[in-house]
């Protein structure tokens, strides 16, 4: 099957600094990416989408001047998180989808667990 | 996209089949049922989807009802691994589509 990797997988990073998560397609090319953002005990929600190319669409309430999105290939996008605070510890979470399917699938990463001091 | 509904949790014993419903009542035409599950920790995993025939491969089978108001994922012989949440959703497909998930169900397989 179609396999996403993320790195890193966990990340500890002081208030007021930088974070960037990775996300990479390994085996297929994603025309399409997708950032979620996971707190404990709750469901994804997603916060952009985006293609390979052109600017990320944000959903709604998320802030694009603080979750930079940049998509410069067919396999790889990076979600960077600018000036974290521990409010924004969460599970951070892509996808993407195969853009040689018929059927629009998406495939998960691992996740990444990034915990804000 | 369609809002899904099920259940908040359930179990079953390991070995036996394991059925987990989910409505969508106001699927439209071009949505697809996609079912997901995530294991604690883990990015979300792709199980299987369908329009509006019953699906099989080989994780589980999909039924969808006639009305396609409503869907079951079968899981044939529960194992303890298969202990997660499961997303059942309905999305179209194209280009801006996405998937939205809800709370989903709690399956707990128990020894």
């Known amino acids: 099957g179609a396999v996403v990797s993320q790195h890193p997988s966990r990340v500890i990073c002081k208030s007021g600094t930088s974070v960037k998560i990775e996300c990479r397609s390994l085996?297929?090319?994603?025309?399409?990416m997708f950032w979620y953002r996971q707190f404990p005990k709750k469901s994804l929600m997603l916060m952009a989408t985006?293609?390979?190319?052109?600017?990320?669409?944000?959903e709604q309430g998320v802030e694009k001047d603080k979750f930079l999105i940049n998509h410069a290939s067919l396999t790889l996008s990076t979600l960077t998180v600018t000036s974290a605070h521990p409010e924004d510890s969460s599970f951070y979470i892509c996808?993407?989808?195969?853009?040689?399917?018929?059927?629009?699938?998406?495939?998960f990463g691992p996740g990444t667990r990034l915990t804000v001091t | 996209d369609a809002k899904t509904t099920q259940p908040p949790s359930m179990d079953c014993a390991e070995g036996r089949a394991a059925n987990l419903p989910c409505n969508h009542s106001?699927?439209?035409?071009?949505?697809?049922v996609y079912w997901y599950r995530q294991i604690h920790s883990q990015g979300p995993q792709y199980i299987i989807h369908?329009?509006?025939n019953n699906e099989t491969n080989e994780m589980a089978s999909l039924i969808i009802t006639e009305d396609r108001k409503s869907s079951t994922l079968i899981l044939p012989h529960a194992t303890l691994r298969d202990t997660a949440v499961y997303y059942c959703?309905?999305?179209?497909?194209?280009?801006?589509?996405?998937?939205?998930f809800g709370k989903g169900i709690t399956l707990s397989v128990r020894p």
């Open positions: 996808s993407a989808r195969d853009y040689g399917r018929v059927y629009d699938e998406q495939y």
């Open positions: 085996d297929f090319q994603a025309t399409t």
């Open positions: 985006s293609n390979e190319g052109s600017k990320a669409t944000y």
């Open positions: 106001t699927i439209s035409g071009n949505e697809y």
């Open positions: 369908g329009l509006k």
């Open positions: 959703i309905a999305a179209s497909t194209g280009a801006n589509s996405k998937l939205t």
